[in-house]
């Protein structure tokens, strides 16, 4: 949690940022995607996740930018023990980009984020119990903007990043962008 409020704390950071016309922000939803493991298997949960991010264009070609993501509150069911987890995360962004047309643009991006995650299970005999856990690990993806106008745009974003016990946590969205 406390790399989270850093990651978020450097948004402050970006508000001098303005001036310069290159301050971009944006925010979207899509599907978030985790597997985890689980002993001998593995458990897939998907739900509905949102993304709000704030970045600077430093060259025509790079960008940095600050996200966070809240993959929202997804379940699963073992046998007779049910599972709701929840996941957030705080990443910081280094973001390539290629102009295709004057409105289309490729992305390729490669962070670190910090996450804060929690695994509540219920098997219907014992209380429930709930695992907590927090890091900081690697993340990379893709993404693919049109620019509506010289301001607005949408981008369609894929993030995966590396967590603890999880073998693969992807976030596919649809986001908004106005540049300032």
Request: hydrophobic share 40%; proline share 3%.
């Given at each position: 949690?406390?790399?989270?409020l850093v990651?978020l704390?450097?948004?402050?950071?970006?508000?001098?940022?303005t001036a310069?016309?290159?301050?971009y922000v944006?925010?979207?939803?899509g599907?978030s995607s985790a597997e985890l493991e689980g002993?001998?298997?593995?458990?897939d949960f998907?739900d509905?996740?949102y993304i709000g991010?704030v970045?600077?264009?430093v060259m025509?070609?790079?960008?940095?930018?600050?996200?966070?993501?809240d993959?929202?509150?997804?379940?699963a069911t073992?046998?007779?023990t049910?599972?709701?987890?929840?996941?957030k995360?705080?990443a910081?962004w280094?973001v390539?980009?290629?102009?295709?047309?004057?409105?289309?643009?490729?992305?390729?991006?490669?962070g670190?984020g910090a996450?804060d995650?929690?695994?509540?299970?219920?098997?219907?005999?014992?209380?429930?119990?709930?695992?907590?856990?927090d890091?900081?690990?690697?993340?990379?993806?893709?993404?693919?903007?049109?620019?509506?106008?010289?301001?607005?745009?949408?981008?369609?974003?894929w993030?995966?990043?590396?967590?603890?016990?999880?073998?693969?946590v992807?976030f596919?969205?649809?986001t908004?962008?106005y540049?300032?």
């Amino acid at each position: 949690m406390k790399g989270i409020l850093v990651c978020l704390s450097l948004l402050l950071l970006a508000v001098p940022a303005t001036a310069a016309g290159k301050l971009y922000v944006g925010a979207g939803a899509g599907k978030s995607s985790a597997e985890l493991e689980g002993g001998s298997s593995q458990i897939d949960f998907d739900d509905t996740g949102y993304i709000g991010y704030v970045g600077y264009r430093v060259m025509r070609n790079f960008s940095a930018e600050l996200s966070y993501a809240d993959f929202g509150s997804p379940d699963a069911t073992v046998g007779t023990t049910s599972l709701d987890a929840k996941l957030k995360i705080a990443a910081l962004w280094a973001v390539g980009v290629l102009t295709l047309t004057p409105n289309v643009e490729l992305y390729g991006r490669l962070g670190y984020g910090a996450w804060d995650s929690s695994v509540e299970v219920r098997d219907g005999v014992n209380p429930p119990s709930t695992t907590d856990a927090d890091g900081t690990d690697l993340a990379w993806g893709a993404g693919l903007g049109y620019n509506l106008t010289p301001r607005w745009g949408i981008e369609l974003d894929w993030h995966n990043y590396e967590v603890e016990n999880a073998d693969g946590v992807d976030f596919t969205a649809l986001t908004v962008r106005y540049r300032f």
